[in-house]
């Protein structure tokens, strides 16, 4: 318990103290204008106050990651832990509060342009693709899961199949509207049964004195199929501590925040709000069933059926009582639905920046978003398993992409570009070694991958190097 504890004051402490420090290397400008107030245009560039600005950047980044994702990678042992406070504070609060901001400075730019406008046209054009394919990857993995989830809330006559339709016809509204109609008004909403959930489940860990792992046991890998920690866990826990899909919803509330000063709060809050979480359903998990190993045996006896789903409904039904239960597995919903749909909401505005349309007339937003819905719908018939494997590399590695930019632009700045150089060189060889090893790769030995990974962050950093002092 003491490590847990001590891990949720970390994350509060790293956000007072790097969160400002971060601010600091950036150089906030409280009387410049943002985009909000310089743009207004009623449909995305809509000022909001800050509350409701860090609750829909909250809800729409703490997707399944911090939740399935932890859960998952606790079966590492103590080792997901530390990662989740060290990648929060270092590597995730950085990129998603700097990419925030950098949005912010160029009048709510999409993630893909952003990292053109640093990396270049060609790279521009391959992460315009890339992430629209990112983004279909995280429609239709979030709706896979919350339609699971409520099908086990409801009789079996609306089953899975009714819940996606359901669920599906949501999106389309939150995709097509304007920001403040649906999503300015129900996130609070959301936002409530997602912080009760989190609240709820620790506060039932405290009361039972559950056994969660502790640091004095050690860091060993206590993995059943004994993957490797490196770089398996650190894309398996992704959400929970740095995620690339975060910098593409972040320029949805660069449109949307109403002054520079208040960035610290929604972009780095938040990040260190979706750590908080990761911790909670990480040591639950372990709790619940007695031990990592007592979680590993649970899954193994589920077989293929989506794991991370079943264990959410038993520890909220068995904690929580059945009120308490309905509230928590309606966080744990919520939090994909308001992922996926702003998700799918991105995907229209990367979309329309590249073949320049206006998004203030309905019929634009509907000639781009319908084939978004159909190739989305289409990607819902693969897998769940192996669909969440393919968004988290994705995921992953977009963070890549976005880091290298963000060196880039401080670097051209003049700024101390050493806060996101180290983790732009370990997630190079994080993403890089994952996909040569794991199964869905190209399934080549732990040496041969791990070599690779480290020899391409290397090489990364040669070139950015060699491109600064050109510069």
């Known amino acids: 318990m003491y490590s847990f504890l001590l891990s949720i004051v970390a994350l509060i402490v790293g956000y007072i103290i790097y969160g400002k420090i971060t601010e600091k290397v950036f150089g906030i400008d409280e009387n410049r204008k943002t985009p909000a107030i310089a743009n207004p245009d009623g449909v995305d560039y809509v000022p909001l106050p800050w509350w409701k600005v860090f609750l829909i950047q909250f809800l729409n980044i703490a997707g399944l990651g911090p939740i399935f994702g932890a859960i998952m990678g606790i079966m590492f042992g103590s080792a997901s832990f530390l990662w989740i406070v060290l990648g929060t504070i270092f590597a995730g609060g950085v990129h998603d509060y700097i990419s925030g901001m950098m949005s912010v400075r160029a009048n709510g730019a999409s993630q893909s342009e952003l990292v053109g406008m640093h990396l270049g046209d060609g790279v521009k054009q391959f992460m315009r693709g890339f992430s629209l394919i990112l983004m279909v990857l995280v429609g239709a993995v979030f709706v896979s899961g919350p339609a699971g989830l409520l099908a086990k809330m409801t009789p079996d006559s609306i089953n899975v199949t009714w819940w996606i339709v359901i669920v599906f016809a949501y999106y389309v509204l939150a995709t097509l509207l304007p920001i403040d109609k649906i999503i300015g008004k129900i996130y609070p909403v959301f936002g409530f049964a997602l912080l009760f959930m989190a609240v709820g489940i620790m506060a039932a860990m405290i009361i039972n004195k559950t056994p969660i792992p502790e640091f004095t046991e050690g860091f060993a890998n206590l993995h059943p199929k004994q993957l490797p920690i490196f770089p398996i866990m650190f894309v398996s826990i992704a959400c929970g501590a740095i995620s690339g899909f975060h910098a593409t919803q972040s320029p949805l509330m660069a449109r949307c925040i109403e002054n520079e000063k208040l960035g610290r709060r929604v972009f780095y809050g938040s990040m260190v709000a979706e750590g908080i979480v990761a911790l909670i359903w990480a040591a639950a998990a372990s709790s619940f069933y007695g031990s990592i190993q007592g979680l590993q045996e649970h899954v193994a006896s589920l077989g293929n059926v989506n794991a991370p789903a079943q264990i959410v409904d038993q520890i909220s039904k068995s904690w929580l009582g059945p009120v308490g239960g ?9 939090a994909p639905l308001t992922s996926g749909d702003t998700a799918l909401r991105s995907a229209r505005l990367i979309a329309a920046d590249f073949l320049k349309f206006d998004q203030k007339p309905i019929v634009k937003r509907l000639i781009i978003s319908v084939p978004l819905f159909i190739i989305t719908f289409l990607v819902l018939q693969m897998d769940f398993n192996i669909l969440w494997r393919y968004f988290a590399w994705c995921n992953q590695t977009l963070a890549v992409f976005t880091l290298w930019a963000i060196t880039v632009y401080l670097s051209k700045e003049n700024k101390f570009y050493g806060i996101s150089l180290l983790p732009a060189l370990f997630m190079t060889a994080v993403t ?40």
Not at 326 to 334: D, E, F, K, P, W
Request: proline share 2%.
């Open 326 to 334: 309905v509230l928590a597995l309606l966080g744990v919903i919520a």
């Open 432 to 471: 890089v070694s994952y996909i040569l090893m794991a199964p869905e790769g190209f399934h080549l030995s732990q040496t041969i991958s791990i070599g690779s990974g480290i020899a391409v962050a290397i090489l990364s950093s040669v070139l950015f190097f060699v491109r600064t002092k050109k510069n």
